[in-house]
């Protein structure tokens, strides 16, 4: 059947795309779009942003997934999935890559995790990317009934959900896979399906955690990425997750390197100073913390990210109704980066 709007899936041959292989040079920056629909979002808005950014040449959409509205109790119209949204955007697009930054592991039990994520690759031809994290926000875990426990357990959760999702994806069709762990078990798995993309579909992983986070990262990921995180603080984690691939025999060139920055552009300030008036922060503010002002400048500041290794940027986009923000980026920053 044609989805809505008369988009298919790509096809099923497609090729995951590596950020290895395509951006092996320092400087060739890719530019990705990621929003944060648990501040009032609904699926059209999403979709409508999601076919913006396709249109307008970004190689990504990426989502949040929480479930509560940060800074208040509303968030009207109320919390999307991020898995069911990304399916519908899998049928209702055709070459942008999907994914999640990050997937809570409170939030879902690995095996049907595994699943989830697989069908979507699927009904998208292959333009998943999967990032998940611990879980970090306790209110929303309290308002919908969602364990939540210390972190400390939350991160041997997530270790044993990485070993169970890329175990059930790479085990030979044909076979059983089986697991035995502190928090989960799994017998006999058909460790069905596969996705479509081989040997599976990157994994994301990500934060400022000194110990853990590059341990994890280093065994488990293909890339590593910091949100809302300064150049200086970019370079001492990336050094971090370098030096535990090396503990571990790993060419950290395997990787693919990103951050997450929130994104306020403007052809002039008048126009920088509305849209941060839009999401409730200050020019000045998102100049020193995130991707704000002319073009020129947000193309100065990814330049100092590329220099410390970054070779992605995700644009944290607040304001989901002002389309005109992606387009002038793309018309504007995309050539220079």
Not at 18 to 42: D, H, I, K
Not at 230 to 239: L, S
């Amino acid at each position: 059947m044609t989805p809505v709007g008369g988009r298919g899936p790509a096809p099923a041959h497609r090729d995951p795309v590596r950020c290895a292989r395509r951006l092996p040079m320092l400087g060739s920056m890719e530019l990705r779009v990621f929003t944060e629909p648990q501040q009032g979002a609904s699926y059209d808005q999403l979709l409508a942003v999601a076919r913006c950014a396709e249109d307008a040449g970004y190689a990504a959409f990426f989502r949040s997934d929480h479930y509560l509205k940060m800074g208040g109790v509303s968030g009207e119209p109320g919390p999307t999935d991020a898995w069911t949204t990304l399916a519908g955007l899998a049928r209702e697009t055709s070459r942008i890559r999907l994914g999640t930054l990050m997937t809570a592991a409170t939030f879902r039990l690995p095996g049907p995790l595994a699943i989830t994520v697989a069908q979507v690759d699927a009904m998208s031809g292959g333009r998943v990317e999967f990032g998940v994290g611990t879980g970090w926000f306790e209110a929303e875990h309290q308002a919908y009934g969602i364990p939540f426990p210390p972190l400390a357990e939350r991160f041997d959760r997530l270790e044993e959900q990485l070993a169970v999702i890329t175990g059930l994806w790479r085990t030979p069709a044909g076979e059983t896979f089986d697991f035995s762990g502190k928090y989960y078990t799994l017998t006999g798995s058909p460790a069905l399906p596969k996705p479509v993309q081989s040997p599976r579909p990157p994994v994301l992983l990500g934060g400022m955690g000194a110990k853990r986070t590059p341990r994890l990262a280093a065994r488990f990921a293909d890339e590593f990425n910091l949100p809302f995180v300064a150049v200086d603080d970019t370079a001492a984690q990336f050094g971090r997750v370098r030096d535990a691939c090396a503990a571990i025999g790993r060419d950290p060139a395997e990787l693919c390197w990103s951050n997450a920055l929130v994104l306020c552009c403007g052809r002039n300030d008048a126009e920088v100073r509305r849209r941060a008036e839009a999401i409730g922060r200050d020019p000045d503010e998102l100049r020193e913390n995130g991707l704000a002002g002319s073009p020129a400048e947000i193309v100065d500041t990814i330049g100092r990210y590329a220099t410390v290794g970054s070779q992605r940027i995700y644009l944290q986009v607040l304001d989901l109704a002002d389309l005109d923000h992606l387009d002038l980026v793309a018309a504007e920053v995309m050539p220079h980066v």
